[in-house]
């Protein structure tokens, strides 16, 4: 392929230059970045439902999902006339000028920039302040089975229709489910995500031995409902779009009378536009009747008077007035050191740019510590995606919550052990 390729493509009345449309994003199955751009142009119309209007980070992945991704909030200095920006402040207090999608074109230039997924804020941008949607992301830990995510998920529809909030849901493209909820315009936030907290905690208690709340990895069992994605600043892949998965897997949208028979492997770049134009978009109809918060702020409100404070906030934001403490003061190091006591016996073996990395150092010390991996069940690894300046690097560690005490191994440096601050440097 010449390095200087490039097609031109027509989209509802703009020309979008695609450059490198041979370039392979998806190597398992040969899908290339023009392949993944057809995929956005036959879906478009359902897409720009779910995300017009909205400002959006870009996540590029410039050599597909077999290479490096990072995160982009900034819109290119360089871009055509037509490419909408707006101005959005973080909790950090920093700026960015983000991009808004408001035509299809916009989506396919975003996508020719090597973003395989669609990541808006639940926000328009007329309006930044005010959330228009509340969105719920179950996500279970290793080794739970499909069928009880769905369990939670129709759990968290009962809950939410208690509240009068009518939801919709769809497959996350990767393990789990996303159910959103449109809302009117008028709170905050910190409000709305007051407000999926307090679902959270009613779907956990409608359903214990299904579904946490807990924030921290270590305490979660079951299917973890992430109130925190409707903190500011963060984003959820939009319905309709490919995740970096091997088989270009869609986050896909559906109604609840078919999301117990859905299989999320079934849903992919090749076999979506062929299904929309079947059974047409489900979630066509969400924003003929926006929903209120209120029952659901009174629902946070009685449980704060039964003793439940807020929860903990993603390590970024500023500590909030009633947040539990998110670090505890170490007992090796001394009170105040600012260093969390995790409440399982938790050990960090690898740390990497890579994921797959991260996973060859699991797989060194499990060989190293045959006996203790023995005795580890699925949820006893967890592996975090953690969000730096600019880019994810991985994390890999075990609770060894399952192996006695005299047969844990002693605790080693980090193989390998990526420092993450050199992105802050």
Known sequence: MAKKERVALEVDGREVVVTSPRKVYFPAHGYTKLDLIRYYIAVREAAMRAVGGRPVVLRRFVDG???????????????????ET????????????????????QLVWTVNLGCIEVHPHPVRADD????????????????????QIVDVAYVTRESLDALGLR??????????IHVYVRIEPRWGFDDVRRAALAVARDVERRAPKLATSAWWKEERHGVFLDYNQNAKDRTVAAAWSVRPTADARVSMPLDWGSLGE???????????????????DRWERMDEAPCSLEAALDLSAEHEQQGLGDAPWPPHFEKRPGEPRRVQPSKR?????????????LVTVAQAKKKADALAGLDRWKTRHPAAAARLEPADVLVDQMRGRSSTW?????????????????PEAPDPDYDPGVEWR
């Open 65 to 83: 999902v077999a290479g490096e991704d990072f995160f982009q909030k900034r819109a290119p200095a360089r871009r055509p006339a037509w490419i």
């Open 86 to 105: 707006v101005t959005l402040t973080f909790p950090s207090g920093r700026t960015a000028d983000e991009v808004v999608l408001r035509h299809p074109a």
């Open 128 to 147: 930044l302040d005010h959330p228009d949607e509340l969105r719920i992301d179950l996500d279970p830990v290793p080794g739970v089975e499909w069928s």
């Open 167 to 176: 939801s919709f849901p769809k497959t996350s493209g990767s393990r789990g």
């Open 262 to 280: 859905a299989d999320p492997a079934a849903f992919t770049l090749t076999t979506v536009p062929d299904r929309l134009a079947s059974d047409g």
């Open 333 to 345: 190091r001394g009170k105040g050191t600012g260093r969390r006591v995790p409440s399982a016996p």
């Open 394 to 410: 991985t994390r890999v560690r075990v609770n060894l919550r399952h192996v006695p005490a005299r047969e844990r191994p002693p």
